[in-house]
């Protein structure tokens, strides 16, 4: 099992930039690849980024890519994302996500071992 708990989100105005924190506890962190997604209300829950088990490489959805950028510190287990340059379409719940599958899975939601319980970022126009 592997325990992700998020943190960092809240109100920011448009154009103001948010860093949220994931922190895991469990098993071991590195071995999994890590992913952002999002949930607006009445949507789908959608892929925003990910990062591979050692950092090497990133993997970002159009819509955030040049504002929003993911990062791991395997040695404190956590997961970040920047996020810049915010737009009122960037509200949603965030949520932080591992998975054991192959990297070329890790935008889809069904490749995900574990989530997080999700922490809400309103952009304000």
């Known amino acids: 099992q592997v325990q992700l708990v998020e943190s960092g989100g809240g109100l920011v105005q448009h154009g103001g930039s948010l860093r949220l924190s994931c922190a895991a506890s469990?098993?071991?962190?590195?071995?999994?690849?890590m992913g952002w997604f999002r949930q607006a209300p009445g949507k789908e829950r959608e892929f925003v980024a990910a990062?591979?088990?050692?950092?090497?490489?990133?993997y970002y959805a159009d819509s955030v890519k040049g504002r929003f950028t993911i990062s791991r510190d395997n040695a404190k287990n956590t997961v970040y994302l920047q996020m810049n340059s915010l737009k009122s379409e960037d509200t949603a719940v965030y949520y932080c996500?591992?998975?054991?599958?192959?990297?070329?899975?890790?935008?889809?939601?069904?490749?995900?071992?574990?989530w997080g319980q999700g922490t809400q970022v309103t952009v304000s126009s």
């Open positions: 996500a591992a998975s054991s599958s192959a990297w070329i899975m890790v935008i889809t939601t069904k490749s995900m071992d574990y």
């Open positions: 469990g098993r071991t962190f590195s071995n999994y690849h």
């Open positions: 990062i591979y088990w050692s950092g090497q490489t990133t």
